[in-house]
């Protein structure tokens, strides 16, 4: 029998040559045909059917022309996209992302993450996700209502609230979820619960928002808990200042932990003092009303401004990378180790590239990557879902104490499957494996779809 090395990269020799150009997705499938090989050798049930080679490919790829007319009557032309990866245990669900960097390889990594990670929320949802590289920044209000309208004219003929429901991501936040729920609304005259992260007054569920940042921090307390540490009194490094990134600090904050920076792609901010929750409603005020930039944080406070940098070489106790996919490399993570941090919990996803998880696994820190620490935004998208189809809206509290109880959950899976002979767990290890299992027997049972 070959090695597990030479299997991995025959494996990814054929993943590669099928979907060229595709790093990103290259990225996320070697990271889980790692965790996967061993565990799959010792079930062949899963090797005779094939499911690593049937679950890299997506069930279906939609790409699309999106149109739309600048206020001065300019014709744009974007692309739309929407990525049905699995369905084997419940509608394709993951959110859509607005960003000039989205193609086809990176929105297929997302998809392909979500489905292990959409797994082990417990609830029943398949993976999908979608996007355009229209940018919503510097556009007007109308700009972007128009160009919602044009993208969901296209993918309204694809999804549907048993068939793909999808949500917001990096660009996409209540705004552009009311332009295009209203639109879909409009065309197939239906108020149904086709969308996640719906304002509150039509068919949204409370925590929502939070939802991604406050599963994140909730997943570094589990963590912690497992070295008898928890989060009081901890300095912690944040990046991205958009909705991950908020509710992070917002929740930090709240279990006494001190958050010392926020970022955007320009560059980040250094808040030695910390950001309280007064500083943080100027954040949000910044953010999501007026859409500035981080940097008049540092001029409204009089606090440290670095341009063109991330934050990693801060020091502090535990991070969380909450931007985008590779923002930390072996380099950052090197630093943040030698500088004492002993957890990173990951809003974002795939924020740290392969070298960078390396690090963090040799040197046993508490790493909880993406799929696992992030999935609280996804599950608050399946409640919503649940409390769509009964009509019934539940409370604040009700749906925080699912979301903890579902980051709980993932992390005991992490822990089942991830515990190594030392004790030591590997998260990675762990949510691919747990995840995996759920999807792989409901394509068995299934038959040859
Ligand atoms: P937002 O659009 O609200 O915020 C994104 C933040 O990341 C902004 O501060 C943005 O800065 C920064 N950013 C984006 N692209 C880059 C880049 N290329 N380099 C540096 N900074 C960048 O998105 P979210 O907070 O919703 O998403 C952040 C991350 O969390 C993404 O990886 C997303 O996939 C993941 N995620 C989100 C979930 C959700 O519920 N929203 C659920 C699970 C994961 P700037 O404004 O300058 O672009």
Redesign the pocket.
């Known amino acids: 029998m070959a090695s597990l090395e030479m299997q991995i990269n025959d494996f990814m020799s054929k993943v590669i040559a099928k979907n060229p150009g595709e790093s990103e997705f290259h990225q996320a499938v070697k990271e889980v045909a790692e965790s996967l090989l061993e565990f799959i050798e010792a079930n062949p049930k899963y090797k005779h059917a094939k499911i690593l080679e049937r679950i890299v490919e997506p069930e279906r790829v939609i790409m699309f022309r999106v149109p739309w007319l600048t206020d001065d009557g300019e014709i744009q032309v974007n692309r739309g996209y929407r990525i049905e990866m699995n369905s084997s245990i419940g509608p394709y669900k993951g959110?859509l992302?607005f960003?000039p960097?989205v193609n086809l390889g990176i929105l297929k990594f997302?998809a392909f993450e979500q489905v292990f990670k959409n797994s082990l929320t417990t609830l029943p949802m398949g993976g999908g996700k979608g996007g355009s590289d229209f940018d919503p920044?510097g556009k007007t209000d109308n700009e972007v209502m128009r160009f919602c309208q044009s993208f969901m004219t296209e993918l309204s003929r694809h999804i549907g609230p048993d068939t793909d429901v999808p949500?917001?991501?990096?660009?996409?936040?209540g705004r552009e979820i009311g332009y295009l729920f209203g639109q879909y609304k409009r065309i197939r005259n239906e108020f149904t619960g086709v969308l996640t992260?719906k304002a509150i007054e039509w068919g949204g569920s409370l925590i929502r928002p939070e939802?991604?940042g406050y599963g994140a921090v909730y997943f570094a307390q589990e963590m912690l808990k497992t070295r008898n540490l928890d989060l009081k009194g901890k300095t912690c490094v944040v990046?991205?200042?958009?909705?991950?990134?908020q509710y992070a600090v917002e929740k930090l904050i709240h279990f006494g932990a001190k958050p010392v920076t926020l970022?955007?792609?320009?560059g980040y901010i250094y808040d030695k003092d910390g950001i309280t929750t007064e500083k943080l409603a100027y954040v949000f005020e910044l953010?999501n009303i007026r859409r500035g930039?981080?940097k008049e944080y540092a001029d409204k406070y009089g606090v440290e401004y670095i341009e063109g940098k991330t934050p990693w070489n801060v020091k502090c106790d535990a991070a969380f990378p909450?931007?985008?996919?590779n923002?930390l490399n072996e380099e950052d993570a090197k630093v943040l180790i030698a500088n004492g941090c002993i957890a990173v919990s990951e809003?974002?996803?795939m924020?740290s590239t392969p070298e960078a998880v390396e690090v963090f696994i040799a040197k046993k820190i508490l790493y909880g990557p993406?799929k696992a620490a992030?999935a609280g935004?996804?599950s608050v998208s399946g409640l919503e879902m649940t409390q769509n189809s009964m009509r019934l809206p539940w409370s604040r509290e009700e749906v925080d104490a699912r979301l903890q109880e579902i980051m709980v959950n993932i992390h005991s899976t992490c822990e089942k499957y991830g515990k190594e002979k030392d004790g030591f767990i590997n998260y990675v290890n762990g949510a691919n494996i747990g995840g995996f299992i759920k999807i792989a027997d409901a394509m068995i049972a299934q038959g040859l779809v």
């Open positions: 959110g992302r960003h960097t997302l920044k949500a917001g991501d990096i660009g996409v936040g992260g939802a991604t990046s991205g200042s958009g909705n991950v990134a970022s955007d792609s320009s953010k930039r981080i909450c931007a985008t996919q923002e809003g974002a996803n924020p993406g992030n935004g996804v």
